[in-house]
């Protein structure tokens, strides 16, 4: 399985859920903080990956980079602000 197919089943997930429970999330707190962390992310993988503490089998890659780190890469930064608002949602308690 490639790293991109991956990645979609994972972030499909995280769509749908985020879909059922649309009105429910603070969605310009997400996007602010997925923005902030694409932009951390892209900072501080093109370090690792290009001093090469982490490497990538090329051919499980899409070959899209931004500076030397794949896209796939990304793929975190995209899920993470939104599951998480997820599971605080689904975990708050009615007090």
């Known amino acids: ?3 991109l197919a991956l990645n979609l089943v994972f972030l499909s997930a ?4 985020g879909l059922l429970l649309f009105k429910r ?5 997400i996007g602010l903080a997925t923005l902030v ?3 951390i992310t892209a900072v501080f993988d093109n370090v690792i990956v290009g ?5 990538y089998d090329e051919s499980l890659i ?21 599951l998480l608002s997820i599971l605080a949602e689904l975990t708050k308690r009615n007090s």
């Open 25 to 29: 999330l603070p969605w310009k707190a």
């Open 14 to 17: 995280v769509l749908l859920v």
């Open 51 to 55: 001093s090469g503490i982490v490497a």
């Open 37 to 39: 962390l694409l932009v």
């Open 62 to 82: 899409t070959g899209i980079k931004i500076g030397v780190a794949p896209i796939e890469d990304f793929a975190y930064g995209l899920a993470a602000p939104t």
């Open 1 to 3: 399985m490639t790293y």
